[in-house]
């Protein structure tokens, strides 16, 4: 199985900030990566998709960049309704593994 | 509009059995794989099951294989995960969720249901 480790597990950022969450894969799974944001009793909800593709209706202030082993997810200008945890998945091969989870909170 | 409304959770005893179901509407069921996860209270989302649109192909995961069966019925639009042997570890809130599969074969989670707690205690 592909293990995903994010870091870092928490951390707290004031509004305005740039913010960047590291996503490393076990092995190479090329751009077979995604981002989801969750807040607390929601459901997860998709940010990006093939590692780097922004998906319809998400905030351009979202960008994620990587291949192979190494992705990050950006946060250009953190807004007030961008604290929440974020996972990434990889979808290279079945299971669908993910991320620990990185919170976002409020400094 | 599309939906995905997952039922079933509850409280069961350990050694016990549930089924959830997710029923779905506002696209074509049939054609999209469908995975279940799940998380447990306060932790991280756990990857449980997948099946294939035809329902030729599952998967599961290490934790959950020989106690959990996935299916699907697409004349119903609805998915299930039958859930046997449940342990106090399998207490978490489990979501469905559709895989969309682009046309670079990428496969990502495009929508989910609002999840349903499943609760293993005596």
């Known amino acids: 199985d592909i293990q995903m480790t994010q870091s870092p597990s928490s951390l707290s950022a004031s509004v305005g900030d740039r913010v960047t969450i590291t996503c490393r894969a076990s092995?190479?799974?090329?751009?077979?990566l995604n981002w989801y944001q969750q807040k607390p009793g929601k459901a997860p909800n998709l940010l990006i998709y093939?590692?780097?593709s922004l998906q319809s209706e998400v905030p351009s202030r979202f960008s994620g960049s990587g291949s192979g082993t190494d992705f990050t997810l950006t946060i250009s200008s953190l807004q007030p309704e961008d604290f929440a945890t974020y996972y990434c998945?990889?979808?290279?091969?079945?299971?669908?593994?993910f991320g620990q989870g990185t919170k976002v909170e409020i400094k | 509009e599309l939906q995905l409304v997952e039922s079933g959770g509850g409280l069961v005893q350990p050694g016990g059995s549930l089924r959830l179901s997710c029923a779905t509407s506002?696209?074509?069921?049939?054609?999209?794989?469908m995975d279940w996860v799940r998380q447990a209270p306060g932790k991280g989302l756990e990857w449980v099951s997948y099946?294939?649109?035809?329902?030729?192909?599952?998967y599961y995961a290490d934790s959950v294989k020989g106690r959990f069966t996935i299916s699907r019925d697409n004349a119903k639009n609805s998915l299930y995960l039958q859930m046997n042997s449940l342990r106090a570890e399998d207490t978490a809130v489990y979501y469905c969720?559709?895989?969309?599969?682009?046309?670079?074969?990428?496969?990502?989670?495009?929508?989910w249901g609002q999840g349903t707690l499943v609760t293993v205690s005596s």
């Open positions: 092995q190479s799974i090329s751009t077979y």
């Open positions: 099946i294939s649109g035809s329902t030729i192909t599952i």
């Open positions: 506002g696209f074509n069921f049939s054609s999209y794989e």
């Open positions: 093939a590692a780097s």
């Open positions: 998945q990889q979808s290279y091969s079945l299971p669908r593994t």
């Open positions: 969720a559709r895989v969309f599969r682009n046309e670079d074969n990428r496969r990502y989670f495009d929508y």
